[in-house]
């Protein structure tokens, strides 16, 4: 690195390491929520990749050599073009003065020289820049809060918005399972219902026996017992004859009471809600 003397900035040379390799070849192509890909790491650099194998997820870091370097406010077209526009610090925009993404993806597995992970946001051809484990115990900040997206929500396609909180609750839960598209399912009518974003601080849960779905409810809404938005529905003492879960703000409240337990994920996530539950407003 060369300072440049009198002004305090730096110039800095970056090496790239690597190389992604999917199946998208054009930034317009790629899902919101990434893809999956391979990342082939240069010769000269796969020693650096021991240890990696233990880590269920890596933070990767590309080069974005397609975005415009010249932008500093945007819109986040992909989820809406009419919302308003923000400084790109505030987004996750690829246009950027410096374009450099980071994504947390899940590997699946090494292959010599190649890793294999999902959730990768970047077309084919990429750079890649950097490799890093995801630490769990650092780098998931649980009670962390962003702005309100009760408006971008409202703008956002229902079928985008779906999978938004099956990434969120699979990001904790861990798994695909029924519990947790069940509890999707749950979640989306109570957006419709309450009309805000369910991680706004208003918003509460009382979750039920089914730990999957319990675990899928913390995960969209960020609801906990230090917080006081998280609630218990046990009742170990009463004869319940239906297992119930609930979502609630200051003025309303929907009261979930499974029907049947499908055990198809993709077919609870299409399904007809009035034929997962017993639904009450109050």
Same mark, same amino acid.
């Given at each position: ?58 933070? +990767?870091? $590309?080069? @974005? ?13 992909? *989820? &809406?073009?009419? #919302? ?109 219902? +309450?009309? $805000?974003? @369910? ?13 999957? *779905? &319990?675990?899928? #409810? ?65």
């Amino acid at each position: 690195m060369v300072i440049l003397a009198g002004l305090n900035r730096w110039t800095m040379e970056l090496k790239q390491i690597g190389v992604v390799r999917s199946e998208i070849k054009k930034r317009d192509d790629m899902p919101v929520y990434g893809v999956n890909a391979e990342v082939e790491i240069f010769e000269e650099f796969v020693p650096a990749l021991s240890g990696i194998d233990g880590n269920s997820h890596v933070i +990767l870091l $590309c080069w @974005l050599h397609e975005a415009d370097r010249n932008v500093l406010k945007a819109v986040p077209r992909k *989820i &809406s073009t009419s #919302l308003p526009e923000q400084g790109v610090f505030s987004l996750r925009s690829p246009a950027r003065p410096n374009p450099i993404s980071v994504t947390v993806a899940k590997m699946h597995r090494r292959y010599g020289k190649y890793l294999f992970l999902s959730n990768v946001d970047a077309i084919d051809g990429t750079p890649v820049l950097d490799i890093k484990p995801y630490q769990v115990g650092w780098d998931c900040i649980f009670s962390a809060k962003n702005p309100d997206r009760s408006e971008k929500i409202k703008k956002m396609m229902p079928q985008n918005y779906k999978e938004s909180l099956v990434r969120e609750a699979i990001n904790f839960h861990g798994e695909r399972c029924t519990g947790l598209a069940t509890a999707i399912r749950m979640g989306t009518v109570a957006n419709l219902v +309450l009309g $805000c974003d @369910l991680r706004n601080d208003e918003v509460g849960i009382i979750i039920g026996k089914n730990p999957c *779905i &319990s675990d899928a #409810l913390i995960g969209i809404t960020s609801a906990r017992l230090g917080n006081g938005r998280l609630l218990y529905n046990l009742r170990p003492k009463e004869k319940v004859t239906a297992d119930s879960y609930s979502i609630f703000n200051q003025d309303k409240a929907i009261i979930f009471k499974l029907k049947k337990f499908m055990k198809d994920f993709e077919g609870i996530l299409e399904s007809d809600v009035n034929d997962l539950f017993e639904i009450e407003i109050v």
